[in-house]
């Protein structure tokens, strides 16, 4: 059967811009979890693993089977997966989800539904895990399909795999080692790109749904299927919270695979500092503990510039937690100059100010705030060649600290929780004739946003104060009817505006994908010499404007007491285009050239690669060790 490809453009172009965020995976906007996805797990039932499927569906690579009907009959376009693609990436994968239908139905009049053959190998696997856990279904595997690094082939596993607990991933070892056959675990499947291949048996973790937390003791024991958000949640209920990184992260794959980079890093430290004991799955398809006797040896120097290699499964963790102060407050303070931010960050972490903290580029910044792609631009206009805002601090701190910092530092410009609500609120309007009139007032003093934060500020948030009417005419442009009505009613909601909200659940970093996938160079440093992280961000910039790549500086973290930074630099590329992955590809080698030149010359700069996949480990090999060094 022949069908008109071109009726779709829309639904592929939605398709084609699914970056994997995996916000879709958490009910981070209090509108509801995907029912689909809770009843089922595997990804073909979430909304990024559907739209992967309606991509082949369409091109007729993909064959008609009785996983793929299931698929189809379990989505009942409810429509609240839009509602949280629309918040991050401006996308409404619903209305993929209505033509995938109509599309199976037009398929299926001239196709046989097919049963897929079961071979040795998946006889095997659901043996261990029983009917319904593990597949070689070409639906089920499409949903897991991913890019190779810097590639733009997407791979696709072998079988796919959901074991309920330890013992269950430690027989699948044993089987695939057995059949010669590699393996990989995946959470939440938004970082496996490195080492995924072809022929592989995907462990996908989410049925380990483990979440204990001990108030009295400050712990939570969390499965493997745990994603950040329901930890945090969990946590915060009970007045406590861990050390989140990306929302929509698996903990315990976030851990072994980075040790979890935080904002609250700075005070709660990194790497082994986060976990009590974790329980781990052997090469060999043993169980062991970090706590026992025959645990593997996780204190390992760095050997090597780069070689990520998995060394073990994580299935459970013991997780550290942390009280919830009841004064606590989130502020903004910018800088015209990006070697005072870090000065003053470096500051602030040696007076040991705070609880969370970093310094954000305001390119990245106004990716964070701004609901749609257009009002981030305008807003970078605005605070970047206006208001002269080069970064800005984001911190979490109680009263007391906030008493400090004002004494300590009494002329930064702080900008508090609510203040920043309305200014997200307000964004829209930011470019209107009575804000503007306003900001090109001031636009020439040193440091214009002094005065827009400072004796003017609550002119100014009036001037871009929106009403509930204004608010429906943001959206008037959405066809989605109900879609355009739950933006509009939630416009002013916490969920969708609040600093401290997003601060303690990690709200930030998926909306920056809203145009192209990023790709991170991080680097640690000494504190001591600022004017290093100057020149790293000057080699990032020329040799992205060299190949033409949209670059940003992106943030840097305070760790270990302000001894160190943890400093990350993104660029922006379309991982479908050869041409900008080639660009890319040579921007990496000569920053990885250029890295190894500085780690074994420059005083005060180590490689954060090192620490991929060795999360558990202790962070003092890596903040105080370079790779050359005798292990």
């Not at 145009?515 to 001591?528: A, G, K, N, P, R």
């Not at 005083?603 to 090192?610: A, H, Q, S, T």
Request: with cysteine; aromatic share 10%; net charge negative.
């Amino acid at each position: 059967m022949t069908i008109d490809t071109e009726i779709y453009n829309a639904e592929v172009d939605i398709a084609d811009n699914c970056r994997n965020c995996g916000m879709c995976r958490i009910d981070y906007l209090g509108s509801g979890r995907c029912h689909a996805a809770e009843e089922h797990v595997n990804f073909a039932h979430h909304p990024h693993g559907r739209l992967k499927i309606f991509k082949d569906l369409m091109s007729g690579d993909l064959p008609l089977t009785t996983e793929t009907e299931k698929v189809i009959d379990s989505c009942t376009l409810c429509g609240k997966c839009n509602i949280q693609c629309y918040f991050q990436m401006e996308m409404a994968p619903g209305e993929v989800f209505a033509a995938k239908r109509k599309l199976f139905k037009e398929r299926q009049k001239t196709e046989t539904i097919q049963v897929w053959e079961i071979d040795d190998v998946l006889a095997g696997l659901l043996d261990i895990v029983g009917e319904n856990w593990a597949f070689n279904d070409p639906t089920i595997l499409t949903s897991y399909a991913t890019f190779g690094s810097l590639s733009s082939q997407e791979i696709t596993p072998a079988y796919v795999v959901l074991p309920k607990d330890a013992e269950e991933t430690a027989a699948i070892v044993r089987l695939a080692n057995q059949q010669g056959i590699p393996y990989l675990p995946i959470s939440s499947g938004t970082n496996s790109s490195n080492i995924i291949k072809e022929k592989v048996i995907l462990i996908d973790m989410g049925r380990m749904k483990t979440l204990i937390i001990n108030e009295r003791e400050a712990w939570a024991e969390v499965g493997a299927g745990i994603i950040a958000f329901d930890l945090q949640q969990a946590a915060m209920e009970k007045g406590l919270r861990f050390s989140i990184g990306e929302s929509a992260a698996g903990v315990c794959a976030n851990q072994v695979s980075t040790g979890i980079h935080s904002f609250f890093g700075y005070k709660k430290g990194m790497m082994a500092d986060h976990y009590i004991e974790a329980e781990l799955v052997s090469h060999e398809g043993e169980v062991l503990c970090t706590t026992s006797a025959e645990a593997p040896q996780i204190t390992t120097r760095p050997k090597d510039f780069y070689q990520p290699s998995l060394p073990y499964i994580c299935t459970r963790l013991k997780i550290k937690l942390y009280p919830v102060e009841e004064d606590e407050a989130v502020i903004f303070i910018p800088f015209r100059d990006r070697m005072d931010g870090l000065r003053v960050t470096r500051e602030i972490a040696k007076e040991d100010l705070g609880t969370g903290m970093g310094l954000v580029g305001v390119e990245v910044l106004s990716e964070f705030l701004s609901i749609s792609e257009e009002d981030s631009e305008n807003f970078l206009d605005i605070a970047q060649y206006y208001l002269k805002i080069n970064s800005c601090i984001m911190m979490m701190l109680n009263a007391k600290d906030l008493a400090s910092l004002k004494q300590k530092f009494p002329d930064l410009t702080l900008i508090d929780r609510s203040a920043m609500q309305r200014v997200i609120q307000g964004i829209p309007a930011i470019t209107g004739p009575e804000s503007m009139a306003l900001i090109e007032d001031v636009m020439d003093e040193d440091k214009p946003y002094d005065h827009i934060f400072g004796d003017m500020l609550e002119y100014f948030l009036k001037q871009i104060e929106i009403t509930e009417d204004e608010v429906e005419e943001l959206f008037e442009h959405i066809d989605n009817k109900p879609l355009r009505k739950a933006l509009t009613r939630s416009y002013f909601d916490k969920e969708y505006s609040d600093p401290e909200y997003w601060f303690n659940y990690r709200m930030f970093s998926p909306r920056f994908l809203r145009t192209h996938w990023f790709f991170s160079v991080m680097y640690f440093t000494d504190t001591d010499n600022l004017g290093l992280i100057e020149e790293i961000c000057e080699k990032n910039r020329e040799f992205g404007e060299l190949h033409d790549l949209k670059n940003a500086f992106c943030y840097v973290m305070p760790i270990d007491g302000g001894k160190r930074f943890f400093f990350e630099y993104e660029f922006f590329c379309d991982q479908r285009d050869e041409d900008m992955l080639k660009r890319l590809k040579k921007v990496f080698f000569l920053l990885a050239n250029e890295s190894r030149r500085m780690v074994k010359t420059e005083k005060g700069i180590y490689p954060v690669l090192n620490t991929l996949f060795n999360g558990l480990n202790k962070k003092d090999y890596y903040l105080y060790s370079n790779f050359d060094e005798e292990t």
